[in-house]
C-alpha cells in the first residue's frame, strides 16, 4: 500500500465529537496484540492548553534522558505531525504499514456498521508506532472529554486536567460540573494525584471527581484563611524578553513529588518561547508531570515485573528549565513576519480567545486586522467578544467540512459592532488581503481554529522568526 491510499483510508473514517467508549479503540489495540502496553503513558486532558503542555512535557521527559513519544491533534499541515518520536515524526512508510495491516479488520467493522472513527484509528496508530520504536515514555493529548476517550485504553502514570470549561457540551455535558467531572476520568490509578491548572470552582469540582489532586497557579495573595486555595506548584509569568519569549518562575511545594530531588522544593526561572501568562501555568503542569513520570521510573514496578535503571530518570531544576525553555510549539501565538506582524493563533473558544487576548495586549502595533474563522460547533459570539477591537475583520473557512460559513462568522462581528467586516473565501485569500491592506506597524491576527492557523502556515510557507531574546 502507498501512503496516498492509507491516508485517503483513514480520512475516510467517520469523525465524530460524541462520546463513544473505549471499546472500539480497545478492540482494534487487541487485534494488533495491545502494543506498546508495558510503554509509561501521560494523559493530558482539559478544555484548553492541552497540546501546549503535552508539548512541554515532551521537551522535558527527552531533557531527563528518555526517548518519548508524542500523540497530539489535530495537525497544522500534515497528518504526520500528530506521532512523534524524539521529535521526528511518523515516516509516510510506516502510516502505511499500519493501515494495511488493519485493512482487513476495518473493512469487517465497517461492514458490520462498527466503524471505529478517524481518532481511534490514529490514537492506536500512535501506540503501535510507539511500541516499534521502543519508546520508555509517551505523552497522550487527549481529543475530547477523560475516561471515555480513546486516549484512556491505556493506564497513565501521570495525568492532569489543564482547565475545564464548557466546550464539546454535546458530548461531554452540559455544565461545567459535568465536563469537569468527565475530565477527571484520566486520573492515574495508585497513589499518584492528578495535575491541574484549574482553579476556584472548578478546582474543587475536580477534586470530588479525583481521589487525589496536585494543583498548579498563580500563587495566592491573602492572609491563612486563604492557604487551601494556594497551589501545590506556582507559576508566575514575568513578562518579555524581547518580542518573542516569556519569562516564568516555578516554585514547587516540598514534598508534593516523591522524588529526592523535590523532597525540600524546589524553585527556578526559565524563558518559553510559548508567550502568554497562561504558558506559565502550562509549563508548570508539564513540571509536575514530569516529576511523577521520573518518580515512577525510579521505582520498581510490581505491575510492570521490571527494574528501571534510575540513571536514565534524571531530573532537577536544571533538566526542567532546559525542557522548557527548549519546546517549540507551532500555530500557539507564533510570530511569523514583521513589516506587519503576523501572529497565527490556534484558540478555538472564548477562554482560549481570552488568554490570546491577553497575551497580544503586550505586544505593540498600530492598528489590528482579523482573520477569523471557525467550526460550527463553537461559541461564536462568546469568542468574538472575547477578542480585542480591531481596525478590520475578514472571515474564511479553512477546508474542512466542519467549518462554519463566512457569512455567519460576518454577521456576529456586525452584531458586535465591527464596522470593517468582509465576507472572505479560502484561508489564503483572506490572508492575503489583510497583509495587503495592512501598513507596516499593523498586526495581522490569524485565530479562531487551528484549521485555519493550518492552511495560513501552508500557505505562507511559514518558518518561525528567530527569537530575539533581549540583550
Known sequence: MEYDEAERVLFELPRSDARSGTASAAALWAELGNPGSDIRFVQVAGSNGKGSTAKLTESILREAGFSVGLFTSPHLETLDERIRVDGEPIPEDAVAEYVERIQPWLAKQVADGNSPTFFEVI?????????????????????????DDATSIVD????????????????????VAEIAAIQAGVAP????????????????????????????????????????????????????????????SIE????????????????????LTLLGAHQARNAAIATALSGQVVTDAMVDSDDRGEAVDDSAASIDAD????????????????VIDRDPLVILDGAHNPEAIEALSQTLATIEYNALHIVFGAMTNKAHTAMVDALPAATAVRTCQPPIDRAAAPATLARMFENAGYERVS??????AA??????????S?????????????????????RPVTPDTGG
Do not use: K
Open 423 to 428: 465576507v472572505g473565501d479560502d484561508v489564503a
Open 156 to 175: 497513565p502514570v501521570a495525568s492532569c486536567v489543564t482547565t475545564a470549561s464548557l466546550e464539546h457540551t454535546g458530548a461531554l455535558g452540559e455544565t
Open 189 to 248: 490509578s495508585g497513589e499518584t494525584p492528578l495535575v491541574t491548572g484549574a482553579t476556584g470552582t472548578t478546582r474543587a469540582l475536580i477534586r470530588v471527581a479525583a481521589d487525589d489532586v496536585l494543583t498548579v497557579g498563580e500563587p495566592t495573595i491573602g492572609g491563612p484563611e486563604e492557604s487551601d486555595e494556594q497551589p501545590d506548584i506556582s507559576a508566575q509569568y514575568e513578562g518579555r524578553t524581547g518580542s518573542m519569549v516569556g519569562n516564568i
Open 442 to 462: 499593523d498586526c495581522v491576527l490569524v485565530t479562531g481554529s487551528l484549521f485555519v492557523v493550518g492552511a495560513a502556515r501552508s500557505m505562507l510557507a511559514a
Open 431 to 440: 490572508v492575503t488581503t489583510a497583509r495587503d491592506q495592512a501598513a507596516p
Open 123 to 147: 490514537t492506536v496508530m500512535g501506540l503501535w508506532y510507539f511500541a516499534r520504536r521502543g519508546v520508555d515514555v509517551a505523552v497522550l493529548e487527549v481529543g475530547v472529554g477523560g475516561a
Open 319 to 334: 533538566v526542567l528549565s532546559r525542557g522548557l525553555r527548549n519546546a517549540r510549539w507551532p500555530g500557539r501565538f507564533e
Open 252 to 271: 514547587i511545594s516540598a514534598g508534593i513529588i516523591d522524588h529526592p530531588a523535590f523532597a525540600d522544593g524546589m524553585s527556578f526561572a526559565t524563558r
